[in-house]
């Protein structure tokens, strides 16, 4: 599935459109802070960029992570110290770009619940039954683990993000248990494979036949950098103009926002200005306000 970008002010850039793949996890905190950087590609690449995502699978197994001193407990208190662990990890990536994590009470693992083989199910599955929802289900499903700390392993969870997206569920819960969706997960992974991607979260920029591959945590001069080197050149950042309607325009393609994904898009000075911005369309209903620790996303109504 691929998501265009909408203009913001800027007027659409013509010719071929580039693709960017993400090629990822959801439950993965790196990626999460990446959404700031593709907000602003969106805004200054206007109608000339795509984005499409890959699952990856991080934790096929718990234990695979786990440290010598976390497996010689017994499995509860074992997995409980490795969601210590990574709790402390989801704190140390969130000054990458700034979009809030909570990890008050993180439980994301348990015995029962040892893998995040779960989330990428759910996302193939979504892709399959509403393939224009799946990149807005996957958002959702990264806030409900990282902000919310919802244990989004468990299938009750996940019902919850595909219900916070009007979805239905049985329809949902068919694909989930399907055959297809483990289908297309394979497929992923052996592209992945294919591609000699090791670590996740890693970026496939492509432009025509010309494809660039980047791993880690990408930025936005990564990015630009990037289109504009398979363009040869072609696709150059446009101005935008930070305005209420420019929140509105972001707000139709990803209905829940933070402020740091405003900030970044229309190269604000700060969450004030975010703030400034997004106020009528708080005052007049068409979005509510979402506080969260050390910031807040609006949602639109």
């Not at 969106?42 to 995502?53: N, Q, W």
């Not at 700390?149 to 248990?177: N, S």
């Not at 740091?260 to 106020?279: F, K, N």
Request: proline share 7%.
């Amino acid at each position: 599935m691929s998501v265009a970008a909408s203009g913001h002010g800027a007027p659409e850039q013509v010719g071929p459109k580039a693709l960017i793949t993400q090629f990822t996890d959801p439950m993965m905190g790196l990626s999460w802070e990446c959404e700031p950087a593709l907000r602003r590609v969106e805004t200054h690449f206007p109608g000339a960029v795509e984005f499409d995502t890959a699952m990856g699978l991080l934790v096929r197994d718990v234990s695979d992570f786990m440290t010598p001193a976390e497996r010689t407990l017994d499995a509860a208190a074992g997995i409980r110290a490795y969601n210590a662990r990574l709790a402390d990890i989801y704190r140390e990536e969130e000054p990458l770009a700034g979009m809030p994590i909570n990890m008050e009470g993180f439980s994301l693992f348990s015995p029962a619940r040892r893998s995040s083989l779960p989330l990428n199910l759910a996302y193939e599955a979504v892709r399959l039954i509403a393939p224009g929802q799946a990149e807005r289900f996957l958002y959702r499903l990264r806030f409900a683990t990282v902000v919310e700390c919802r244990p989004t392993t468990a299938t009750e969870e996940l019902v919850e993000v595909v219900r916070a997206c009007g979805l239905d569920i049985g329809t949902f819960l068919a694909a989930f248990d399907g055959p297809a969706a483990r289908a297309a997960l394979r497929a992923s992974l052996e592209r992945r494979a294919a591609l000699g991607i090791r670590g996740l979260p890693a970026f496939m920029i492509s432009y025509g036949d010309v494809r660039m591959l980047l791993g880690g945590v990408c930025d936005y001069d990564a990015l630009a950098a990037a289109l504009e080197r398979v363009s040869g050149g072609r696709m150059q950042p446009a101005a935008v103009s930070p305005t209420t309607t420019a929140v509105d325009e972001l707000l139709a393609a990803h209905p829940l926002l933070s402020d740091v994904e405003i900030g970044a898009a229309l190269d604000l000075s700060g969450p004030d200005q975010a703030r400034d911005l997004a106020t009528p369309l708080l005052d007049t209903g068409r979005a509510r306000l979402l506080q969260a620790p050390r910031g807040w996303f609006i949602e639109r109504v």
